[in-house]
């Protein structure tokens, strides 16, 4: 099918990645050319693993340009960002400007897809209006609409893509429901058919119970490190409960990443809006933001005076296999730290370009300079971190690395 995908970010390129690879004939559009040029360089535009392979492999074509790839396009993915506001209110300029780009190129019998996080009732109530008046066309009529939230992790994106747990599609008619069945007959998963609010809200749910499910065990583990009692021991026992499951009970210093904070936060706003109290997502986000000042907490028990100390960071971005740092917990730390005024020195395997835009003066280095610091700070589980030296180290860990646990002088884990 010829596929047109709205936002090269990362869920965009990894769906034009992969529905190549399925053999469609993709084409992506962003606004920003530095992306434009990566694809059509073959390059990836961030770091996800596996991804240049399927770009080498398959010749997808990107553009700036709305006119050149949606009059074509049978299907039109729209994958552009959806942050939150200050407000905590969904920002849907992103969506706004594509749809406004897409109505004005839309041809009779085009299926619009929603594959962006968007809060329940933003594509009948948002989307479809603005479709409608920048095409001078109707829905169901005229082209068609479907909500297929996508459920892919950072690190694993392709692995999660191609091999799905469920493909959730929401859809208004026949037409758009035969047309997503085609485009993934190849695909043996579950497939759930839902009206298009059901669709968007079973993305939030998932991301709002995974983000709980952390929480949870973050909070059961800050019990634990006071009873003495390793909190992994705990969630290993859990999780042979079926109805509980060992996944997502890692626990730490909490959850970042580009959609647990913002879609809890909107989903917060949105039930607030329509009077409801959503006091667990509330709890949720608390438990998520105190949880950064336990391991400077720990750094503390050891070190009396931190100021003008020097402080090494193992790792930047919000979880390993990914160069993203979007709501790190690395960030509030790091602030922390630079506020006590202590020399902070810091390696990742992949995210310190993206860091450097944020901290510019911190001292970038290689893993052995940031363990000849007073102490070291875990704060992603990237596994190479398990081949380090840590002998005679002072080591606060936020991600429980074993290598670390056994081998430090002073070790002291967040949760155990
Ligand atoms: P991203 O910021 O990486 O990518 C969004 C892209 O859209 C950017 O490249 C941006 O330049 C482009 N863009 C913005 N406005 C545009 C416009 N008018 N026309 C064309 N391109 C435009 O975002 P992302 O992480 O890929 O997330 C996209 C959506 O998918 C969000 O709603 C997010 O919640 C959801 N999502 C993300 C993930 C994830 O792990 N990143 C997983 C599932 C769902």
Redesign the pocket.
């Known amino acids: 099918m010829r596929i047109g995908v ?7 390129t990894i769906t034009g990645a992969c529905l190549a690879d399925h053999g469609h004939n993709i084409i992506c ?4 050319q530095q ?1 434009v040029d990566a694809i059509n360089k073959q390059k990836s535009p961030f770091y996800e693993k596996g991804l240049s392979v399927l770009l080498k492999r398959n010749e997808i074509k990107a553009t700036t340009e709305y006119t050149q790839a949606i009059p074509n396009a049978e299907i039109i993915f729209i ?4 942050p939150t506001k200050k407000d905590n209110t969904q920002d849907l300029t ?1 969506i706004k ?2 749809c406004e ?1 897409i109505g004005k190129n839309l041809q009779k019998n085009q299926t619009i897809v929603v ?3 968007v809060v329940p009732g933003t594509t009948e109530d948002v989307i479809l209006p603005l479709l409608e008046k920048y095409s001078e066309m109707r829905e169901g009529n005229d082209f068609h609409i479907a909500v297929n ?6 690190g694993t ?1 392709i692995e999660n893509f191609l091999h799905p747990d469920r493909i959730i599609i929401g859809c208004k008619n026949k037409k758009s429901k035969k047309t997503l069945e085609t485009l993934y007959k190849d695909f043996t998963c579950p497939k759930l058919f839902t009206s298009l609010t059901a669709a968007e809200m079973i993305k939030y749910a998932s991301n709002a119970f995974l983000s709980t499910k952390i929480s949870f065990i973050n909070e059961i583990g800050n019990i634990c490190k006071k009873l003495n009692i390793d909190t992994y021991e705990v969630a290993e026992g859990m999780g042979y409960d079926q109805r509980i499951g060992r996944a997502f009970l890692n626990a730490g210093i909490g959850w970042g ?3 647990f904070p ?2 809890v936060k909107a989903l917060i706003t949105k039930a607030k809006e329509l009077g409801e109290t959503p006091r667990i997502l509330e709890s949720v986000l608390q438990v998520n933001q105190e949880q950064p000042q336990k391991p400077l907490d720990l750094l503390k028990k050891h070190i009396d005076i931190v100021k003008g100390k020097e402080i090494g960071i193992l790792g930047a971005s919000f979880k390993p296999e990914t160069d993203d740092i979007r709501e790190s917990r690395s960030i509030p730390i790091i602030k922390e730290l630079l506020k006590e005024q202590v020399t902070v020195k810091i390696y990742d395997p992949k995210a310190m370009d993206n860091l450097k835009k944020i901290f510019p003066t911190i001292s970038y280095c290689s893993p052995e300079e940031v363990l000849d610091s007073d102490a070291v700070l875990i704060l992603t589980d990237w596994e190479e971190f398990e081949h380090l030296n840590y002998k005679d180290k002072v080591v606060i860990d936020g991600r429980k690395i074993e290598k670390a646990r056994k081998e430090s002088k002073i070790y002291e884990g967040v949760c155990w």
Do not use: R
Not at 6 to 12: D, E, K, N, Q, R
Not at 79 to 82: D, L, N, R, S
Not at 149 to 154: A, I, N, S, V
């Open positions: 709205i936002g090269a970010g990362y869920v965009g559009i962003d606004i920003d992306k994958c552009v960002g959806t992103h400007n594509a780009q594959k962006s996080s939230p996508e459920f892919l992790q950072e994106a990443g580009s959609c913002k879609d």
